[in-house]
């Protein structure tokens, strides 16, 4: 008689988010240039495998476009077009706005709700990229209060007659002296966003240092009405596991740690379905999903050219830990073609198996913490007025595609 064995259990509850429900309540980060559909359907795919692995089925994780610009994707321009597309079995389909005017933002909701474009949005208070906080936008924004709030209420204004759900990303603040997180987070929940979730770094601090998942912690003793997410240095599935256990966060976000590295949805899927499963590829597998994701890309960007080019910045985080040698870590790096692209993975010793901790941990460049470049006067006051309403004005003028 076969032994029936008991399924897993579950370590959270599915995530809820406005009308939708998360099995496996993990979001992945959006990240620009990184999170196109051709990496948003790997990622999915792997998570799928993952859900299956503890004993489930359904939506997997919440899978979030790069950050695209409001008024240009309210002008329409061919790029921001481009990045808003997904696959026609992309569900919840998720993307993310930036922008520094509340008007602006509100028409590029309005635009993607009464054009069926988008299941889920998500605001981006959380870049840290000095040309974004130079005009007051993404981490610095939440610093003016009543900007932060009009943002949001006009997104949300626009978005729930369409039973759309709106989400806040954001960072702990500008820099030690100017934390912003939990009054950003009390006017998010008041102001009707579905969910927060919070980078446990400053701008400041960048992708610098160790993120502090306490300020996570202290978020969620806050906001109590609307799950509450965690962000940052989740490199594994037991990384993920430890947030929620020292945060009592209701979900985590993965960015740097799945670059490279799509399967890392799969482990977290089990892990929060309760099982141990994990992934270690040889180096045979990681250069099939290589070659997949590159297949993908050519089929985003409608060019095997441009695919090639773009997959060279995932290169060395696909092959991190195992000894591909340098000559050809460095003609993978000057790929043409798919061609050479075969060619060059042809070469290597496909054998190899996963090699452990020389693959994991940290992936992406950390640097170092550094001075916050924002508008003159900006610290000056929460309100926004003089100098600081004339940078964001000048911003709203200034279209850079997504």
């Known amino acids: 008689m076969t032994e029936v064995l008991p399924a897993p259990t579950p370590v ?32 999915r795919q792997y998570g799928d495998r993952g859900l299956a692995a503890g004993g489930a089925s359904g939506a997997t994780s919440l899978y979030v476009s790069e950050m695209i610009t409001s008024r ?25 706005l930036y922008g520094v005017d509340p008007a602006t933002v509100g028409k590029a909701v309005r635009m993607l709700v009464t054009e069926d474009r988008a299941d889920h949005i998500d605001l981006n208070f959380g870049c840290p990229v000095p040309k974004v906080t130079r005009k007051g936008g993404g981490a610095a924004l939440p610093w003016k209060t009543e900007l932060f709030r009009g943002i949001v209420s006009a997104a949300v204004r626009e978005a729930t007659p369409y039973d759309v759900p709106v989400t806040v990303k954001m960072r702990k603040g500008i820099d030690p002296d100017h934390l912003t997180f939990l009054e950003a987070g009390r006017i998010a929940e008041g102001e009707g966003a ?49 947030m929620v256990r020292e945060t009592g966060c209701d979900g985590v976000v993965v960015g740097r740690g799945c670059l490279g590295r799509p399967w890392l949805f799969t482990d ?4 929060f379905a ?91 460049r950390a640097g170092s913490e550094r001075h916050v470049v924002l508008p003159d006067g900006w610290l000056d006051s929460q309100r926004l007025d003089g100098a600081a309403a004339e940078a964001v004005a000048q911003a709203e003028l200034s279209v850079s595609g997504g």
């Open 274 to 364: 309760g099982s141990d499963e994990r992934v270690l590829p040889s180096l045979g597998e990681v250069c099939e999903t290589l070659r997949r994701h590159t297949v993908y890309l050519a089929e985003f960007h409608q060019s095997e050219q441009k695919a090639c080019r773009d997959i060279r910045k995932h290169i060395a985080w696909y092959l991190k830990g195992f000894p591909a040698g340098s000559q050809v870590r460095s003609s993978l790096a000057t790929v043409e073609s798919l061609a050479s692209l075969d060619d060059l993975i042809a070469s290597l010793d496909l054998s190899q198996p996963w090699p452990g901790d020389a693959a994991e941990g940290q992936r992406g």
């Open 12 to 43: 959270l509850p599915p995530l809820r988010i406005g009308r939708h429900t998360i099995d496996s309540p993990v979001v992945l980060a959006p990240m620009a240039g990184i999170t196109n559909r051709a990496f948003r359907r790997l990622c």
């Open 268 to 271: 977290l899927a089990a892990a």
């Open 72 to 96: 240009a994707l309210v002008e329409r321009t061919p790029i921001s077009m481009q990045l808003i597309e997904h696959d026609p079995d992309e569900s919840p389909r998720s993307i993310q």
């Open 194 to 242: 579905a969910a927060v979730a919070l980078h446990g770094r400053t701008a400041a601090q960048a992708y610098s240092g160790h993120a502090d998942w306490s300020a996570i912690a202290q978020l969620k003793q806050t906001v109590t009405s609307i799950p509450v997410l965690g962000n940052g240095d989740i490199w594994s599935a037991e990384d993920a596991l430890a």
